[in-house]
């Protein structure tokens, strides 16, 4: 035995000893799990044995004509063989019986949509029910995964069911008129029938002291089973029910500050009869999410969860807690408050106090009515830390949210409108289903929309906001007074519709230079010949009003910033709505990367151009008077002037960010481009200034390897750029797939911080990006790295004769080393201030203390 397997027992006997008074985890009096549509038992990845042909034994009494059975066409790589490889297709009614000891029964139903003996399954519409309780109506599997975030290939449904009189679990599948069911398997495992609160009275959220009992006729339907904090624990990791726990990541509202604890070598006391070990696995109690030591901060903001839910049903909410916070060693240390949609559940909670120790887990349950009503078919979890505590901060476990069933039993919801939301940008093109197609469509139109030069679009709420601020009270009092009034002409200058004419003859098609929905970009000429512009003439028929047409005017006349392109004027005659901007004689910087005649950039011109943009982005970020998110960041939107210099334009998809540093982000329906459109964005719908890292991060690869973000057609690994590029960067190949213009121009160590940058701004997560900020130094640093390596082969190149010239810069050279690792130290500060803080075990002894 090596010392460190002996620590590891050690620890496990401690942890056997400090438990013995608790039962172990929970012996399934029942488990039947049943591989429908298979001809052979099988045994699944997670060990278990799965039973083949329903037919003989839970089904006998059903129609042989109701049903067959089928393999499914093609198998995904995540989805497992068993038991999602074959499926029974059923035609009518069809019941299965199977027999069970009495108590509440966890089932679960396995579903595979996919294309089975030519039946399409986006066309299977059917309903479940289950010893009288109504578990799906009218469902459709496919149309549910397609909704899911992210997006699975198979879904489990799980239930509860109680079975208490006659010792049978009856399913039933009838699948709608005109359509077909689907089942790929069925589990049946039992569970403690105290662990889920029946006939307990549990607080009823929204009325002061209300309860609400939980009586044993009530099914349940889990919605969420998440291990805050932590990783997916597997079914077969779980404490005997095989529930799954999953991450919590994508239902965290991001904020800044949220740190996570993983301290898996902790023991934790279980109690009976509170919470006994079968409770939840000890990897959901040593794993959590905590604000952070700011307690100024914390005071301020929220730890804030977000969960779709269907409107018209009870929710129960169990939270789970353990205490691991070594200072805390009395009461009213470590008190916070829980909210549930807006709502108090419980004040100063208190976990060391209500467990009566350190590392005892407890969990809290409350009940919430979402009403028909509701508009936001949404339940939020906020938590906060109380005044009153010593340490202002708030931390959880592990969560878990079920449906309760309505009066009648039902427990269905609709099928998922999909019409709001649009797809995930897919890394594999190939991959594509035919049922996705219509979900596809926003994506192209953003694109087609978002491709003009000069868009100026922003929207209504910016001008609502802004009425509040005092210098923007004048103009908005100016525009309700009389809405057709010329523009403040001090903001700036405004053209006759007779100037615009003479500038573009008459808006001649030889003069334009681009079009979209809006209406049509034109080339002219003013001033008597000296000044080329651009002119963007708006189609009075496009769906933007005058009024916000003089909003975009008082708004993007103030922004000034050298990086990006500016506003020159306007004209307003004759019912015209014209944009007037400088002219960019370069075009745009993808006409210089690819597909394109013109002479490549230079590598050191390409980090010129970038860190112009950067620059841009951060002035629109955080110098501008509010923050404004750009929203559809690409080479195409990053012009050069006649001198190269990289402005960025295209604000019509522009967003004011957070108004208040308690506010993160801002929901939207997802807009942008495609092959630039951060994931995490499309995942929750709110927008936050790292969105825009993430394209701008595309285009930072974009301008290294000389090809667009997306090729249809290519291999799987290579259609997305940011994929290829990101795995090619972390094999430490990035210098295989730079742009063959750029060959021999690249210093290796530029090239290593580039792409350690570029990486970086596509992240899956936003809190793991850098900020525009950051990424202005750490490009303007690759550049310095560049120029000395640059310098260092002049000087080396150079001869004798030379030296001597030479020698003020070789100086420089021997001391740039030094000069860029204090930029290195400074980005690696900045970073850590916006990135989420893990722990692992020991490192956090110092707050957490040891487990000894
Ligand atoms: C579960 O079964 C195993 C083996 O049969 C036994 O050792 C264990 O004590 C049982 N646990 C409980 C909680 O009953
Ligand atoms: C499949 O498993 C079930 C239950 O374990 C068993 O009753 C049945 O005989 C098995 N069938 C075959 C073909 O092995
Ligand atoms: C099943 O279908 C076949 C032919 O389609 C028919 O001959 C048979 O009677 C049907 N069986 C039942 C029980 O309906
Ligand atoms: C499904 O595939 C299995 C092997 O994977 C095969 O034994 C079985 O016959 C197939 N079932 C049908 C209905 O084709
Ligand atoms: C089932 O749902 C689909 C799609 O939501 C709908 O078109 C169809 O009319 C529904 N059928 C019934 C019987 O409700
Ligand atoms: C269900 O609850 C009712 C009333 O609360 C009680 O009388 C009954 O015994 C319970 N049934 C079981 C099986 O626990
Ligand atoms: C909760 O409060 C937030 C912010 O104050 C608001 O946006 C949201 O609509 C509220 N939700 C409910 C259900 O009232
Ligand atoms: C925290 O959540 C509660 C309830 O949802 C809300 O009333 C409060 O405004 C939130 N506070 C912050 C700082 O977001
Ligand atoms: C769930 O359905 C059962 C049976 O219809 C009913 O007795 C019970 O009250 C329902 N539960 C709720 C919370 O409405």
């Keep these: 035995m090596n010392p460190l397997s002996l620590i590891t027992f050690h620890i496990s006997l401690l942890h056997v000893l400090l438990s013995s008074a608790a039962a172990a985890g929970y012996n399934a009096t029942d488990i039947i799990l049943l591989d429908c549509g298979a001809t052979s038992n099988s045994t699944s990845q997670d060990g278990r044995n799965w039973e083949a042909d329903p037919h003989s034994k839970y089904c006998p009494f059903n129609d042989p004509n109701a049903s067959f059975s089928s393999n499914a066409s093609r198998q995904d790589p995540s989805v497992l063989q068993v038991p999602y490889h074959s499926a029974l297709i059923i035609r009518s009614k069809f019941t299965f019986k199977f027999p069970v000891l009495p108590g509440p029964k966890f089932l679960r139903l396995y579903f595979y949509p996919e294309t089975y003996s030519d039946l399409d399954t986006t066309t299977s519409f059917f309903s479940v029910t289950a010893n009288g309780y109504t578990l799906l109506n009218n469902f459709s599997a496919s149309l549910t995964v397609l909704a899911m975030d992210p997006r699975p290939a198979s879904l489990i449904k799980e239930y509860v069911i109680p079975v208490w009189d006659n010792q049978m679990l009856i399913v039933t599948f009838a699948p709608s008129p005109a359509s077909f069911a689907f089942i790929n398997g069925i589990e049946i495992v039992s569970m403690p029938s105290v662990l889920y609160a029946y006939g307990s009275e549990i607080p009823l959220v929204s009325i002061e002291g209300g309860r609400f009992t939980l009586d044993n006729t009530t099914a349940l339907e889990t919605m969420y089973r998440l291990n805050v904090g932590g990783k997916q624990i597997e079914n077969k990791d779980d404490t005997g029910m095989y529930r799954t726990w999953r991450q919590d990541d994508d239902y965290l509202v991001a904020s800044k500050w949220v740190t996570v604890y993983k301290l898996s070598s902790f ?173 596809i469509l926003p994506i192209v139109g953003a694109i087609l929309g978002g491709f003009a030069l000069f868009s100026l679009l922003l929207i209504f709420f910016i001008f609502q906001r802004r009425r509040k601020q005092k210098d923007s009270r004048s103009f908005s009092s100016k525009f309700s007074a009389n809405k057709t009034s010329s523009l403040p002409s001090d903001l700036c200058r405004h053209f006759s519709i007779a100037e615009i004419k003479a500038a ?20 002219g000429i003013i001033d008597g ?99 404004i998110i750009h929203r559809d960041v690409k080479s195409s939107n990053i012009l050069l002037d006649e001198n190269y210099m990289a402005k960025v334009s295209d604000f019509g998809l522009s967003k004011l960010g957070p108004m208040s540093t308690s506010q993160t982000h801002v929901s ?18 709110h927008l936050t200034e790292k969105s825009d890292v993430y394209s701008f991060g595309v285009v930072l690869f974009e301008v290294l390897c000389g090809r667009p973000p997306m090729i249809q057609g290519l291999s799987k690994e290579k259609a997305s750029l940011v994929h290829w590029a990101r795995s090619c960067y972390l094999k430490g190949k990035l210098d295989q797939i730079v742009d063959r213009n750029l060959t021999d121009q690249i210093a290796p160590m530029a090239l290593q911080k580039f792409g350690e940058v570029a990486e970086r701004c596509v992240r899956d997560q936003g809190v793991e990006r850098p900020m525009m900020s950051d990424i202005v130094w750490a490009l303007e640093f690759t550049l310095q790295l560049q120029e000395a390596a640059d310098k260092e082969i002049n000087d080396r190149n150079a001869t004798t004769t030379d030296e001597e ?41 110092l707050l957490l203390g040891n487990d000894n």
């Excluded at 804030?304 to 049903?313: K, P, S, V």
């Excluded at 098609?509 to 979209?516: A, E, H, L, P, V």
């Excluded at 050279?813 to 990135?835: F, H, L």
Aim: include cysteine.
């Design 668 to 685: 939207t329906v997802v807009k942008g481009s495609f092959g630039y459109v951060d994931p995490e964005y499309y995942r929750r719908q």
């Design 267 to 439: 023991s934790i006391q279980y109690t009976e009869p509170d919470t006994p070990e079968y409770t939840a696995p000890k990897e959901v109690y040593t794993t959590l999410r905590i604000m952070g030591s700011d307690s100024w901060f914390n005071l301020k903001s929220n730890l804030t969860w977000n969960f779709a839910i269907d409107a018209g049903f009870y929710y129960l909410f169990r939270l789970h807690f353990c205490e691991l916070l070594a200072q805390v060693t009395k009461r009213n240390q470590h008190v916070f408050n829980i909210f549930i949609n807006n709502q108090t559940a419980e004040k100063q909670v208190d976990v060391f106090y209500e467990a009566q120790g350190p590392r005892i887990p407890i969990h809290k349950d409350y009940i919430v009515l979402v009403g028909n009503e509701a508009q936001a078919k949404e339940l939020r979890l906020d938590l906060h830390p109380d005044q009153s505590s010593t340490y202002a901060d708030a931390f959880l476990n592990g969560l878990e949210i079920f449906k309760l069933n309505q009066t009648a039993g039902s427990l269905a919801g609709p099928n998922p409108d999909l019409v709001p939301r649009t797809q995930p940008p897919k890394l594999q093109p190939g991959s594509r289903k035919s049922g996705e197609k219509s979900t």
């Design 504 to 523: 573009t003859q008459d808006f001649h098609d030889r003069f334009m230079i681009g079009s979209g929905g809006f209406g049509n970009v034109y080339k």
């Design 529 to 627: 010949g000296t000044t080329v512009v651009a002119i963007k003439r708006l189609n009075p028929s496009s769906r933007q009003g005058a009024h916000e047409f003089h909003t975009e005017i008082t708004m993007l006349s103030k922004l000034r910033h050298i990086h990006l392109v500016s506003l020159m004027g306007y004209c307003d005659d004759q019912g015209e709505m014209i944009l007037v901007y400088d002219y960019m004689p370069h075009g745009t910087l993808r006409d210089h990367l690819y597909n394109t005649k013109s002479q490549p950039l230079s590598w050191k011109r390409r980090l010129e151009i970038c860190i112009g943009a950067a620059r841009g982005l951060q002035y629109l970020h955080r110098e501008a008077k509010y923050s």
């Design 805 to 845: 010239l030479f020698s003020g810069s070789s100086k420089n050279v021997a001391k740039s080393p030094k000069s860029t690792s204090d930029i290195a130290s400074s980005i690696a500060i900045s970073d850590q201030s916006s990135g989420t803080k893990i722990s692992e075990g020991d490192t956090s002894s």
